[in-house]
């Protein structure tokens, strides 16, 4: 299996830079050792995914472009999409599970996408159907080389940013973000360790790496937890990014999640969801499996809804 190559998260870097925000390194002097934190909270549509879609919808060819595209997402991914088929001008068709949070259900629907709500289950096989259908290109939200080179150009900002860097946390669900961000990592900077953080309840990418195969876990059981952006699970073309690039995988309770999105509200004055915290809420609570020295923390997202946001600074 071909995995994605720095020179291609480069070549996305040129094509996303005009809309994919290149967020700062914020050093947190409030917390114990040396700890930076990444918002990708900062982007225009308030989550990394902005960077894969936009670069699989510019890496596509005029014809197919205009066709238009159709997407599958619990929220993140489907603000993506339609963002990035605003900004090309082309329809775009999103379709998102029935639990989806109404806040970026809404936000989808502002940058002019039609939405298609069905069950979470469901989501996969109907943006299939749809692209069947009408003629629309899929945009997956991680199983794709072009949506695995766009979120890896946050691990090259990292790299440009803090050369010496020793370790990198990032979330990891459909592993398309951690397996970009990794590659990366090793490739500019290969003295660092790269660690993925996942939910608990959602813990399928950790046992599949404990087995060395890919173990699924019942959408019913990842779905149980508060971070709603990592309830997928990977690919076979995420997960064998995910085997190289990867020095190891923390899970996090949902107490963790929670306290942290409250720490990150708090103390660093940014708004997380609990999928944006989860990685941080390694480094708050799990630092003894973490190798430790100057390390980034990727806030992922900040789509909260703020009843909850309010629930948990409550």
Not at 218 to 241: K, W, Y
Not at 274 to 302: C, F, R, W
Request: with cysteine; proline share 6%.
């Amino acid at each position: 299996m071909r995995l994605v190559t720095i020179f291609e998260i480069e070549a996305a870097a040129k094509r996303v830079a005009d809309h994919a925000v290149h967020t700062p390194l914020l050093r947190q002097p409030w917390a114990d050792g040396e700890l930076w934190l990444k918002p990708e909270s900062l982007q225009q549509i308030g989550a990394f995914k902005i960077r894969g879609a936009y670069n699989a919808i510019a890496s596509l060819d005029e014809a197919a472009r205009a066709r238009g595209v159709v997407a599958y997402s619990s929220g993140n991914h489907a603000q993506a999409v339609a963002y990035s088929a605003n900004a090309f001008g082309i329809p775009a068709v999103i379709v998102v599970p029935d639990v989806a949070p109404r806040l970026k259900v809404e936000a989808t629907r502002r940058w002019g996408a039609e939405v298609v709500e069905v069950p979470i289950a469901d989501q996969a096989p109907a943006a299939a159907a749809l692209a069947a259908e009408r003629g629309l290109t899929l945009i997956p939200p991680f199983d794709h080389a072009d949506v695995i080179a766009g979120q890896g150009t946050a691990g090259l900002e990292i790299a440009t940013d803090l050369p010496d860097v020793d370790t990198v946390l990032v979330p990891v669900s459909g592993g398309g973000f951690a397996a970009g961000v990794g590659t990366a990592i090793k490739a500019l900077c290969p003295r660092a360790k790269v660690y993925a953080v996942e939910p608990e309840l959602a813990g399928d990418t950790a046992e599949s790496l404990r087995a060395g195969r890919r173990v699924a876990w019942p959408m019913e059981q990842r779905a149980r937890t508060i971070a709603d952006g990592l309830r997928a699970e990977p690919s076979a073309l995420t997960f064998a990014h995910l085997q190289q690039v990867l020095d190891g995988i923390v899970t996090v309770t949902e107490d963790e999640i929670r306290d942290t999105v409250r720490v990150l509200a708090r103390r660093a004055r940014i708004v997380a969801e609990p999928s944006g915290a989860t990685a941080t809420a390694a480094y708050l609570h799990h630092a003894d499996e973490l190798p430790g020295g100057k390390t980034v923390s990727v806030v992922s997202g900040g789509n909260i809804d703020p009843a909850l946001l309010a629930e948990l600074l409550g």
